[in-house]
């Protein structure tokens, strides 16, 4: 079946699943599963525990995966990310699908998750193709305004080679960097998470497995949805 959707907004039960009512007991979950892979558990055996003991949903358990991480990936992560003050003048290389869904998301008031490491994770994911809607040029704008303001170097998107429709993405960034004179270079790449996991450039991304490996990194989600989105819908846990 094609997908119809015009936004990347919530699921229609994020509402019940992630009320207030539902998040003392989502801090809870987050604390133990945390505390399971501090232990060295693995992570599918870990979750399936914890989001038994609570009695979660399939999309509650797939925001725990997204924000919890250990106490030394925690510290870790944070070593390594820069503030938006060194930002001037600084090369980045951006997660380009990774970023742009999670603006989007944040735009259409789908759920932002601040994960235990500080980075903002939504819940969107592209399954094989990239589905472009209504805010896709708006995030794009944002971006864009937001990294101008920070005054930053060369940009470099990746975008998943496989992915479906990542052809069509590429040629609507050109253009938007082409409108507006940003120094901008757009890569269609098969594996960007290998690349980005090796880069001697600070990266953009919100992926966990990227942030444990990279040398340095920004947290530009949390910075321009901050600063631009004041509509988003951020969802924290405190554990």
């Known amino acids: 079946m094609p997908d119809k959707r015009k936004h990347r907004g919530q699921h229609p039960s994020d509402a019940a699943l992630f009320s207030s009512a539902q998040l003392p007991k989502l801090s809870l979950a987050a604390y133990d599963l945390s505390w399971l ?51 001037k003048g600084q090369k980045l290389l951006i997660d380009g699908l990774n970023l742009l869904i999670t603006i989007e998301s944040a735009l259409s008031r789908g759920l932002i998750f601040e994960g235990l490491d500080g980075a903002y994770r ?5 399954h094989g193709t990239y589905k472009k809607v209504i805010e896709t040029r708006e995030a794009i704008q944002i971006i864009g ?38 120094n901008w270079d757009v890569e269609l ?13 600070p990266i953009v991304s919100s992926d966990s497995l990227i942030l444990d490996h ?26």
């Open 37 to 87: 892979l501090g232990k060295g558990y693995a992570e599918k055996a870990s979750v399936k525990l914890v989001g038994d003991r609570y009695r979660l949903k399939q999309r509650q358990r797939l925001a725990l995966r997204r924000i919890v991480c250990t106490e030394i990936q925690r510290l870790n992560r944070q070593d390594k990310e820069l503030k938006s003050e060194e930002m």
């Open 122 to 126: 939504d819940l969107a994911s592209v």
């Open 145 to 182: 305004q937001s990294l101008s303001e920070l005054n930053t170097g060369q940009i470099t998107w990746l975008l998943d080679k496989p992915v479906s429709n990542s052809g069509r993405i590429k040629q609507l960034l050109c253009e938007i960097a082409q409108e507006n004179n940003w």
């Open 189 to 201: 790449v098969n594996n960007p998470d290998t690349i980005m996991m090796h880069s001697i450039v």
């Open 214 to 239: 990279t040398k340095s990194w920004f947290n530009l989600p949390k910075h321009l949805i901050d600063a631009y989105i004041p509509e988003a819908v951020i969802l924290r846990f405190s554990i």
